[in-house]
């Protein structure tokens, strides 16, 4: 969710546009998913039914349901992408004097902070402290990924001390790490948290009430882009070549057909060789996920060689996350402030209802996008007059 623009690579001088656009992707399908999923009427019935038939009777909700279940995992592996990427390019910096070190751990505790923040409700304070079941205490998307940059920081620090070995490697070994961990807390029975006796604060981070994304399995996607941004880096004289994309993309496929297979191989090898049993097959939608990030990576790699994109306005999109994903969380869920689009209009709106709603509330966020630097300025007059005092 860095705020920060994808830089370019010194040989050749070309700007990576595909990171820009996946990650304009992301927050478009966010924004969309969260605005039908909140408003709906018919949501929760017909997810019920996906659930139960595996499909909804109608083909379009259930593309949005399967294109809803992907997004999230390519925010988290774009992150991991577009941090790894402008940390690692500096190749002959230790980890303390490169300068990125500093202002990731400072990204890293922003999105903490914001996370908790947008769980406040400033006009109903003693709810969110003294109540038992508190959602300020849950551990949601901010919070995942800024844990997860924090993550990439002490690897690539690990990476630095060990001097062996490709740093992609690394980042590999962390997500898989990370994924043979899931089967194990999801079998865990309802109402039994982990860790048993820790405070809630600490079980959300893991398996808590209120685990929205917690860093088992989410984490691992950002690891998984942690290795896609080395290995982009490791190899990017190719990166606009044909085979580069390519692979991502019969991986991609790969992942998503044999991923079930692969599971049960790994479970029946693992049995073997120690007699536990690990359940991996369980992480055979997680692998199939990551496997369709990886094609949609390969298609961005391959449009931005074939169409050279100049999109300015959706690549700009793509460089400011952060700041729709805060406004939005405002406005549809009434974070800080306590009231949103949520508080009267909850599931309320029909079918063509959530279709033109969704599209105006898209393009609320694009036209802000489009006109930041007016947002900006009056910002910095608000804000002036604090930083003048702050001089004396």
């Known amino acids: 969710m860095s705020e920060e623009q994808t830089e370019i690579i010194a040989k050749p001088k070309v700007r990576l546009k595909f990171i820009d ?20 009427t018919n949501f929760k019935p017909m997810v019920k039914t996906i659930r139960e038939t595996g499909t909804s009777g109608y083909i379009v909700f259930d593309w949005f349901y399967f294109i809803k279940g992907f997004t999230a995992p390519l925010f988290f592996t774009v992150t991991g992408i577009v941090f790894i990427y402008l940390l690692a390019r500096n190749k002959e910096a230790g980890f303390r004097r490169n300068p990125r070190v500093i202002k990731g751990f400072k990204r890293g505790g922003e999105l903490l902070i914001w996370g908790y923040i947008l769980q406040l409700n400033v006009f109903n304070l003693s709810n969110t402290f003294y109540n038992e079941k ?36 690394y980042y590999f070994i962390a997500g898989t790490v990370i994924f043979c961990f899931y089967p194990g807390l999801k079998g865990l029975a309802e109402g039994a948290y982990f860790p048993e006796h820790a405070p809630q604060l600490i079980q959300n981070v893991f398996r808590g009430p209120y685990s929205i994304f917690p860093i088992v399995p989410w984490m691992a996607f950002t690891m998984y882009g942690g290795m896609v941004g080395a290995l982009t880096i490791r190899y990017q004289d190719h990166v606009k070549k044909f085979w580069y994309p390519l692979v991502f993309i019969g991986l991609g496929i790969t992942l998503n057909v044999t ?4 599971g049960l ?3 029946s090898f693992v049995e073997f060789i120690s007699g536990m049993k690990l359940y991996l097959v369980e992480n055979t939608w997680l692998y199939g996920r990551l496997g369709q990030i990886f094609i949609a990576l390969g298609a961005f790699m391959l449009i931005d060689k074939l169409f050279n994109v ?6 700009k999109i793509g460089q400011n ?22 508080t009267d ?35 910095e007059k608000i804000l002036s007059p604090f930083k003048r005092k702050r001089r004396y």
């Not at 998913?33 to 709906?40: D, P, R, V």
């Not at 844990?147 to 490697?169: H, M, V």
């Not at 100049?310 to 690549?315: M, S, T």
């Not at 969704?358 to 006109?371: N, T, W």
């Open 21 to 40: 656009m996946a990650r304009s992707l992301a927050i478009l399908l966010m924004l969309e998913g969260h605005f039908i999923e909140l408003l709906f």
């Open 265 to 267: 191989t790994l479970d």
């Open 259 to 262: 991923g079930r297979s692969i």
């Open 310 to 315: 100049k999109a300015e306005l959706f690549l």
């Open 345 to 379: 209009f909850a599931r309320s709106l029909n079918g063509w209802q959530v279709i033109l709603g969704a599209i105006a509330f898209i393009g609320f966020f694009v036209l802000f996008i489009r006109h930041l630097e007016f947002f900006e300025r009056i910002k």
């Open 134 to 169: 508190t959602w300020f205490f849950a551990f949601h998307v901010l919070q995942s990924i800024g844990l997860g940059i924090i993550t990439l920081l002490l690897i690539f620090g690990i990476y630095k001390l060990i001097n062996r070995g490709p740093l992609f490697l």
């Open 321 to 342: 996350t952060l700041s729709i994903y805060i406004i939005h969380v405002i406005i549809l869920y009434g974070g800080v402030f306590g009231y949103g689009l949520k």
